[in-house]
């Protein structure tokens, strides 16, 4: 996928505060809940996928469950929100497929407004 935006995944020890700062910023848009955006016993263990803006704050961001699972994926007002969330989905897919999750992948997303 092509984006004009770095897009990284990684585990949660190597980037907890800018994905926390994510997470609060979608909580306070309305864009997750209050216990979408507290840290959970899934964080440590799942892959966090995130996109940077050019000037270098976070705009875009979902997490990998062991079980496969994507969620909690939110666009934090972007004009580029359909592409970043595809870019999301698209780099934690490959991970999975590295991991040998492949189609066993589900998405457990809010429908976008």
């Not at 864009?31 to 799942?46: A, I, K, M, Q």
């Amino acid at each position: 996928m092509n984006t004009p935006f770095p897009i990284h995944c990684i585990a949660w020890q190597a980037g907890a505060p800018l994905l926390r700062e994510m997470r609060e910023a979608a909580g306070r848009l309305g864009l997750l809940t209050s216990n979408e955006v507290r840290d959970d016993e899934l964080d440590e263990v799942s892959r966090h996928a995130f996109v940077i803006s050019k000037r270098g704050q976070g705009i875009g961001y979902a997490r990998m469950t062991p079980a496969g699972r994507i969620e909690r994926m939110v666009v934090l007002l972007h004009e580029n929100s359909t592409q970043i969330e595809a870019a999301l989905i698209e780099v934690l897919q490959s991970y999975a497929k590295q991991i040998g999750l492949g189609k066993e992948t589900v998405m457990d997303l809010k429908p976008t407004a």
